[in-house]
Each structure stands twice: as C-alpha cells, then as structure tokens.
C-alpha cells in the first residue's frame, strides 16, 4: 500500500493517516478529551482575559496578585498583568518608561487608563505621602511650606517646621 492508499483524517486540511473514527491520533485524542475534534488549546490571551471582570470604566484582575498581594498589582505568572494587557492591545512599552495608571486602581488592566512616562513622571504623579505634599506645598498636617515655616536640608529634603517643633515638644516629654 502506498502513501497515497493509505486512509486520511477526516478533518478538512488534516493529512495524516486516520487511527480511529476516521480521525488521526490527534484529532482523535481531542475528541476524547474535549468532546471536539477540532478543539484547540487556549492561548495566552485566552487564559488572561477569562481572568478579567470589565467594568463600565477599569477592567479588573482576577487572576494572582504580585508578590503574595503586597503590591497590589496583578500577576499573571510572567509578567504584571497591566503590562501584558498593554502590550496585548497596544504592543511594546518604550524602552525606559513604565506604566502608569490614570485611574489609580492597580488592579485595573484596561489599556485606555495605562500611559507610558518616565519612573520619574510615574512617582509626581503618586498618591504617597511626601509626594502629595511636594505636589500641594502643605504637610500632613495641614502647614505651609514656604517661608519662615521651611527648612531645606543640606541633602535638598524639605522639612516643616511647624511639625519639626511638634515631635521635639513630644520627645521631651
């Protein structure tokens, strides 16, 4: 018997030789498993965004957390989820940038609230403490920073002195 003898899968553009039911080995393992001859495995893209609950607005990770969840931010298992959304939809990020969100939700991977800037443009734009207060000129506690209420250290860190006077009055005590 030649090649061209030989019994062919039944699947459309499948040429190897039929074992069962008319199907290859593959083909027929896939019935087995699936149900589906013609099943295919989920790609990653598949995996990531039966993962992803889409809100009117964010799109929110489902799946792992970064680092047991102390960051906040989702992990796919390689990668931040953010960033593989990112570069799913809108392909890579620049070199020398990182992502920052607009919506401020960590967990939100919708592409449309992801901007490229520098570490630098990422950290101002932060919700930290003493970056809100570098933002605002005003502490913690509310003062001014300006004028006879600020000290600038020799290492360019600014200090109020409002609050400096605070926390020596409680160490004295």
């Known amino acids: 018997m030649t090649d061209a003898d030989r019994p062919r899968c039944a699947v459309p553009g499948c040429e190897r030789e039929h074992s069962a039911r008319g199907w290859c080995n593959l083909h027929y393992q896939r019935y087995l498993a699936h149900g589906d001859p013609l099943w295919k495995p989920p790609t990653a893209a598949d995996r ?11 799109w929110i990770w489902k799946g792992g957390l970064h680092a047991g969840g102390r960051t906040g931010y989702g992990w796919t298992g390689r990668q931040l989820a953010h960033r593989f ?28 609230h992801l901007e490229p800037v520098t570490a630098e443009v990422n950290t101002l734009r932060g919700e930290a403490p003493n970056i809100v207060t570098h933002r605002t000129g005003v502490c913690r506690r ?6 006879a209420n600020l000290y600038i250290a020799p290492n360019g860190r600014q200090r109020c002195l409002a609050c400096v006077a605070i926390r020596d009055r409680g160490r004295k005590r």
Not at 91 to 105: F, K, Y
Not at 142 to 147: C, E, I, K, V, Y
């Open 142 to 147: 509310g003062h001014r920073l300006s004028g």
């Open 85 to 112: 959304a990112y570069e799913l939809m809108r392909g890579p990020i620049p070199e020398g940038l990182t992502l920052d969100h607009l919506c401020r939700v960590r967990l939100c991977v919708n592409p449309d």
């Open 48 to 58: 990531f965004w039966a993962k992803v609950e889409k809100t009117d607005s964010c």
